[in-house]
C-alpha cells in the first residue's frame, strides 16, 4: 500500500494528538509500563511520519503552519530526542507517568515552534512548551522547587516581553506572520524585546543566569530535557523570526547576536574552569556551546544557518548522552568530579562514552563536534566575521581544560575496585547518543545535506 | 598513489589485536610488529620521492578539508628517523615496563604516539599537522602521567597548559594564514610569500606559529615542562627526546622555512635560540636528577638547531635534527639501565657502571658524540654550526663555542658521576647493585642504538646534497656546509678542555657542588652575577610554565560553588532571583539603548 506524501500530515496530526490521549488515559490507569509503551510508540510513529514527510519534500501552508524541510527536520530531533528522553526518565519510577503526561504537552508546544507560520504560534507554543515543564519540574520531589520558581519568573518576564515586541511588529507591520518587515523604528524595537525574551529560551547572556541553578537542581533526565530539547526551541524560535521577519535588518542583528554570542561563549567556559559539581559543568558547558551554535546564525548566511542546525543536533545527542552518564552515577549519590575518579575501574562503558560526549563538546575530529564546529567557524570566516571564528577558537581550546579534568580523573587507577552496573534503560540512552556522536563524525554526509537542505528550505519561504 | 595511507588501517588492526589479546607476550610482540611496519613503506617513499599527494577528507558547502602528504627528503628523514627508533623503544620497554599489569595500555599509547608522530612526519599541510599536533599532545599527556603520581599529576598539568597555548597559537595561526591566502598547503603558501611582499597579518601568523613550535620544542620562554616531564617512565623520555614531540616544534620551523625567511623572523629565531640554549645549560650544570640533566640538554640541542635555522644554514639544522635522535635515545637506555640497576634516580646514587665493559662503551660512544669528540656526530654538528655562525658575526660564534664547551663539562660531569666505582666500605649490603639483573633486552636495544649512533655520523657525506635537493623543491635554502679546519681546531680544543675538566673535577665524589665554581674559576663576584643572571632567566622561564595555577587560583576565586564563593561572580550568579531578573532587564536595555544610539 502506497501513502501519498500528503497523507503524512494527516498521519502526522492524528499521531500528535493520539499521543496526548493515551498520555491522559493511561495516566488514569496508573500503569507505568502501559504509559511508557504508548508513549515510545506514538513518538516513533510521529517521527517516522516526519521522516518520510523529509524525504518526499511535502511543502504545506496555511496562515498559521507551515511545514517543509526546515520545519520537519527539527520537529525530527525533537521528537527522537523527547524519545531519549522519555526512555531516560522511565527510571524515575513514581514521577514517571506525570513527567509522561506533562511532556507530551510540552512537545506539543515544540511542535507549534517547529511549524510556525506567525508570531502567535511561537507564543502559544513557547507557552505550552515551558509551563509543563516547570510543572514536571515541580512535582519531582522537594528540592526541585527552588529550579522550578527560577524558571517560572524568569520565563514569565520572558513571555511577557515576547508578547510586548509581538504586539509593537504588529503595530509597525499590521502582521503578525512570520513576513519580511519594511524598516521602521517600531519594529527595530520589536526585534530588540524579541531578541531578549528568545535570548532566555536559546539560554543567551545575559538572559541565561538561571541556567546553572536551575540545570543543577532538577532532576537529571529534566536536565536532559531542558538543555537537550527546550534550549533548542528557543533557536529554532530565533532563526525563524531573524531570518523570515527581520531579514531588513540583518546588519542589526547580525552585530548583536555576534557580541551576545562572544560574551555567552566566555561566560560559559570561564564560569565552567571552577565548578567541581559536574552536572553543573556540564550546564555551563551548555551555555558555552549556545554561543557556538548562536555563531551561525549571527553570520545569517545559507551556509550559516545549515552549520547552526548540524550543531543544535549535534548538542542534543552529546549534551542528553553526557546526562544520561550523570544520572547513572547520580544513582550512586555520586555528583562532584572527585567521585569520577577511577570511573574506568567501575565501569569502562560509562567513563568510555562521557570521554566521547567531552570530545565532541570540545570537537575532537571523528566526533559529530568536530564536523559542527567547523561548520561554525568556517562559516564565520566566509561571511567576514574573522573574529567571532578565532574568539570560538579560543573558546573550545580553554574549554579542553576543564574537559579534560574529568576525563583525567575517570582514567585515573585508583586502589578500591567496585563494579557499577548501569540500568538497561540508562545504556540504551547512552549507546544511541554514542552511536550518533561517532557515526556522524566519520560519516556526516547525510546530516550535512539534510541540515543544508533545511537551511536552503528556510530561505525560500 | 596514497601509499602512506596504509600505515593507519594496519596500525587500527594492530591497535585492535593488541585490545583484545589478554597474553602479555603476544601484546609485547604485536607492539614490536607494529612498530617496525612503517619501515616497509620506505622504500616506495623513496622512489616517490618529491611527490605531494592532496586528498579531500570534507567538503561541506563552500569549505572543504584537504589532507595533504608530502614526500619531501626531509619527510622521509623523518619518518626514516621515527621508525628505526621506535622498534629500539619497545624492545627496551619489553625490559624496563615490568609490571605485568601495565602493559597493555603502555603498548598501545605507544603505538598511537607513534602514528601521531608518523603522520606529522609526512604532512604537507596545516590541516593533518593539526590533527597529529593535537593526537601527540593527548597521547604524550597519558604517558607522561602514566605513572599516576601526584608528582606526575602535576607535571602532566603543567605540560598542558603549555600544550594548550601552543594549540591556541597553531589554530590562530594557520586560520590566519588561511584568510589572506585561501589555502593550507604548505608549498603553495611558501610560493606565495615569497613570490609578493609581506603583509601583517602573515607575519602576526609566522609569529604564532613560532610561539606554537616554541611551546612544543621547550624553548625559552616555554622551557619549564619539559625537565618536569621526567616524572613518566624511562622508555618514554627516550622517544620523546629523540625523535618524538619535541622534535615537531622543530621540525615545523624546518619545514615551514620558507615563510618565516619571508616574514624576517630568522633573527628572532637566533636570539631565542641563544638564549634557550644558554638558560639549559646552566640548568644542566646544577642538577643531580639523572633524567632531568639529559632533559635540559635536550632543550639546549633544540635550541641549538633554531639556532642554525637563524643562521640560515639549513643543512646544520638537518644534521643536528637527525644525529641528535640517535645519541640521545643511547644516553637514555643508558640512564633506564642504571635507573633499574641501583633503583635511584639521582647521579650521586649510582654506583660501578664501569665494571660492565660492554655497557660502559656504549654510553661512552653517546657520552663523545654529545659532546662533540672528533670522529663522532657531534663533532660534525659542532663545527659545522661554529662556521656558520663566524660567517655570521663574531658574537655567536663566541656564544656557540661557550655553549660546546659547557656542554661537555656537563655531559662528562654526568657520565663520571654516575659510574664511578664504589670506594667506601658503607655500602648497604641490602642495595646490591646488580647489573646482570637487568633484562637483555634493554642491553641489546642499547648496543642497537650505539651502532647506530656511529651509522648515522655518515650522514655528514650526504646531507649537502639533501640540502641542494630542496631547493629543487621550491626551498630557497643555504645548503652550503662548511667546515673549516679552524674552527675544526678550535672546537676540538673547546671539547677536549671541557671533558677533560669535567673528569679531573668529578672523578671522586667530594664535590658535590662544583660545577658553578669550576666553571666561573671560583670567584666570588662572578658567582654572584652568574646567580642573579640564571635566576632572573629561570624566573622569566617559570612564570610562564606556572600559568596554570595563575589562571586557577584566579577562577577560583571568581566561580566555584554559588555557595561559598568569592568574587564579581559571587555578586551576580548567587542563586537570588531577583538579581536574576535584573540582570535580564539591564540586558534589554543594553538593547535598546544600542538601538536608540547606534
Excluded at chain 1, 506525570?98 to 504560534?121: D, E, K, N, P, T
Excluded at chain 1, 523604528?185 to 531578549?196: D, G, T
Excluded at chain 1, 555528583?335 to 565532541?360: E, H, R
Excluded at chain 2, 651509522?455 to 635537493?469: A, D, E, F, Q, R
Aim: with cysteine.
Amino acid at each position: 500500500m502506497l501513502i501519498n506524501p500528503n497523507d503524512y500530515v494527516q498521519l502526522l496530526q492524528i499521531a500528535i494528538i493520539l499521543l496526548m490521549g493515551i498520555n491522559i488515559i493511561t495516566f488514569a490507569l496508573k500503569k507505568n509500563q502501559f504509559q511508557f509503551i504508548a508513549n515510545v510508540i506514538m513518538l516513533a510513529a510521529i517521527a517516522i511520519a516526519l521522516f518520510n514527510m523529509f524525504s518526499s519534500g511535502v511543502v504545506q501552508s496555511q496562515n498559521y503552519v507551515y511545514i517543509d524541510k526546515f520545519s520537519e527536520l527539527l520537529a525530527l530531533l525533537l521528537t527522537i530526542t523527547m524519545l531519549l528522553i522519555n526512555i531516560l526518565s522511565y527510571g524515575a519510577k513514581e514521577s514517571y507517568r506525570l513527567f509522561a503526561i506533562f511532556s507530551s504537552f510540552a512537545l506539543m508546544g515544540m511542535y507549534f515552534v517547529a511549524f510556525a507560520a506567525s508570531f502567535i504560534m511561537i507564543l502559544i507554543g513557547l507557552e505550552l512548551m515551558i509551563m509543563p515543564t516547570i510543572f514536571a519540574i515541580l512535582s519531582s520531589r522537594a528540592k526541585s522547587t527552588e529550579a522550578a520558581v527560577k524558571l517560572f519568573i524568569i520565563s514569565a518576564l520572558s513571555i511577557s516581553l515576547l508578547t510586548f515586541g509581538i504586539t509593537l511588529f504588529y503595530g509597525g507591520t499590521n502582521s503578525v506572520s512570520l513576513i519580511q518587515a519594511p524598516t521602521s523604528r517600531v519594529v527595530e524595537i520589536a526585534l530588540m524585546f524579541i531578541i531578549a525574551s528568545l535570548g532566555f529560551e536559546a539560554s543567551l547572556s545575559p538572559f541565561n543566569l538561571w541556567v546553572p541553578d536551575t540545570y543543577e537542581l532538577s532532576p537529571t533526565y529534566l536536565t536532559g530535557m531542558l538543555g537537550g530539547i527546550n534550549k533548542k526551541v528557543g533557536f529554532i524560535a530565533l532563526m525563524e523570526v531573524v531570518l523570515l521577519a527581520f531579514v531588513q535588518y540583518e546588519g542589526t542583528f547580525s552585530l548583536i547576536l555576534s557580541v551576545i554570542a562572544i560574551i555567552t561563549m566566555f561566560y560559559g567556559n570561564i564560569i565552567a574552569l571552577s565548578q567541581n559539581n559536574v552536572k553543573r559543568l556540564i550546564a555551563y558547558s551548555a551555555i558555552s556551546q549556545s554561543g557556538y551554535i548562536l555563531i551561525g546564525i549571527a553570520v545569517a548566511s545559507q551556509y550559516g544557518i545549515s552549520a547552526s542546525i548540524f550543531q543544535i543536533v549535534a548538542h542534543s545527542f552529546m549534551f542528553i548522552g553526557a546526562i544520561a552518564i550523570v544520572a547513572f552515577m547520580e544513582q550512586r549519590n555520586r555528583t562532584v568530579i572527585s567521585d569520577y575518579i577511577g570511573l574506568f575501574n567501575d565501569n569502562k562503558f560509562a567513563a568510555a562514552a562521557l570521554s566521547i560526549f567531552f570530545l565532541g563538546f570540545i570537537g575532537t575530529p571523528f566526533t559529530i563536534g568536530f564536523i559542527g564546529k567547523f561548520m561554525l567557524f568556517s562559516s564565520a570566516i566566509y561571511g567576514n566575521l574573522l573574529v567571532l571564528a578565532l574568539i570560538g577558537i579560543l573558546n573550545s581550546i580553554i574549554s579542553v581544560y576543564y574537559y579534560l579534568k574529568v576525563i583525567m580523573s575517570m582514567f585515573t587507577n585508583k586502589e578500591r575496585r567496585s563494579y557499577f552496573k548501569m540500568n538497561t534503560n540508562i545504556a540504551v540512552v547512552v549507546a544511541i547518543c554514542l552511536i550518533v556522536t561517532i557515526a556522524f563524525g566519520i560519516y556526516p554526509q547525510p546530516l550535512i545535506s539534510a541540515s543544508g537542505a533545511a537551511a536552503s528550505a528556510l530561505f525560500a519561504r | 598513489m596514497i601509499f602512506e595511507l596504509a600505515i593507519i588501517p594496519i596500525f587500527i588492526a594492530l591497535l585492535v589485536l593488541a585490545a583484545l589479546k589478554k597474553e602479555n607476550r603476544a601484546i609485547k610482540a604485536i607492539a614490536l610488529v607494529g612498530s617496525i611496519t612503517p619501515l616497509a613503506f620506505l622504500p616506495s617513499m623513496i622512489q616517490h620521492m618529491g611527490s605531494i599527494t592532496s586528498i579531500n577528507w570534507l567538503s561541506i558547502g563552500p569549505a572543504s578539508l584537504p589532507i595533504t602528504f608530502s614526500i619531501l627528503p626531509i619527510n622521509v628523514l623523518l619518518f626514516a628517523t621515527i621508525s628505526i627508533i621506535a622498534p629500539l623503544v619497545i624492545l627496551y620497554s619489553w625490559g624496563y615496563m615490568d609490571k605485568k599489569s601495565e602493559d597493555k595500555s603502555f603498548y598501545i599509547e605507544m603505538l598511537a604516539f607513534e602514528i601521531s608522530m608518523l603522520a606529522f612526519s609526512i604532512a604537507g599541510n596545516f590541516i593533518l599537522i593539526l590533527i597529529a599536533w593535537g593526537f601527540l599532545s593527548l597521547t604524550s599527556y597519558l604517558l607522561i602521567g602514566f605513572y599516576g603520581k601526584p608528582e606526575s599529576a602535576r607535571a602532566a598539568r603543567k605540560t598542558v597548559t603549555i600544550i594548550l597555548i601552543g594549540d591556541i597559537a597553531m589554530l590562530t595561526g594557520a586560520i590566519l594564514l588561511w584568510h589572506s591566502f585561501s589555502t593550507f598547503q604548505f608549498s603553495s603558501i611558501i610560493s606565495i610569500m615569497q613570490s609578493s611582499p609581506i603583509n601583517v597579518t602573515a607575519q602576526v601568523a609566522m609569529l604564532l606559529i613560532l610561539i606554537a613550535a616554541l611551546t612544543k620544542s621547550a624553548q625559552f620562554p616555554f622551557s619549564g615542562w619539559l625537565p618536569a616531564a621526567m616524572e613518566g617512565p624511562t622508555p618514554v623520555s627516550a622517544f620523546l627526546h629523540s625523535s618524538t614531540m619535541v622534535k615537531a616544534g622543530v621540525f615545523i620551523v624546518i619545514i615551514l622555512y620558507g615563510m618565516f625567511q619571508a616574514a624576517n623572523l630568522l633573527p628572532l629565531i637566533l636570539a631565542i635560540g641563544i638564549i634557550s640554549a644558554l638558560l639549559a645549560i646552566s640548568n644542566a650544570l646544577y642538577e643531580t636528577h639523572i633524567k632531568r640533566i639529559l632533559a635540559y640538554s635536550t632543550i639546549e640541542e633544540l635550541s641549538l638547531m633554531f639556532v642554525a635555522i637563524g643562521l640560515g644554514a639549513f643543512s646544520v639544522a638537518i644534521y643536528i635534527f637527525i644525529v641528535q635522535a640517535f645519541y640521545k635515545a643511547l644516553l637514555f637506555f643508558y640512564s633506564g639501565i642504571l635507573i633499574k640497576a641501583n633503583s635511584n634516580e639521582d647521579i650521586y646514587g649510582m654506583r660501578n657502571a664501569s665494571k660492565n665493559k660492554p655497557m660502559y662503551a656504549a654510553a661512552l660512544i653517546g657520552v663523545l658524540s654529545l659532546a662533540g669528540f672528533v670522529p663522532f656526530s657531534g663533532f660534525f654538528s659542532n663545527v659545522s654550526l661554529e662556521s656558520a655562525a663566524m660567517s655570521n658575526s663574531l658574537l655567536i660564534y663566541l656564544l656557540v663555542l661557550i655553549i660546546d664547551l659547557a656542554v661537555s663539562l656537563m655531559i662528562m660531569r654526568w657520565f663520571t658521576v654516575s659510574s664511578a666505582s664504589e670506594t667506601k666500605k658503607t655500602v648497604d649490603a641490602k642495595r646490591t647493585v646488580n647489573y646482570y639483573l637487568v633484562s637483555k633486552h634493554m642491553y641489546l636495544s642499547m648496543y642497537i642504538m650505539a651502532f647506530l649512533t656511529i651509522i648515522s655520523t655518515v650522514l655528514i657525506l650526504y646531507i649537502t646534497s639533501i640540502g641542494s635537493s630542496m631547493v629543487g623543491f621550491g626551498y630557497n635554502v643555504n645548503s652550503a656546509l662548511i667546515l673549516s679546519p679552524i674552527e675544526a681546531a678550535i672546537a676540538t680544543a673547546a671539547v677536549v678542555a671541557g671533558l677533560a675538566i669535567g673528569y679531573i673535577t668529578f672523578n671522586n665524589k667530594q664535590h658535590k657542588d662544583a660545577s658553578l665554581s669550576i666553571l666561573l674559576f671560583n670567584n666570588a663576584l662572578t658567582d654572584k652575577i652568574y646567580y642573579y643572571l640564571a635566576a632572573f632567566f629561570f624566573e622569566m622561564s617559570i612564570m610562564l610554565s606556572d600559568l596554570d595555577f595563575i589562571i586557577n587560583d584566579i577562577f577560583d576565586r571568581m566561580g566555584e560553588d554559588t555557595s561559598y564563593s568569592s568574587g564579581i561572580v559571587r555578586k551576580v550568579q548567587n542563586g537570588q532571583i531577583s538579581t536574576y531578573a535584573i540582570i535580564f532587564a539591564i540586558g534589554l536595555l543594553a538593547l535598546l539603548a544600542y538601538m536608540i544610539i547606534g
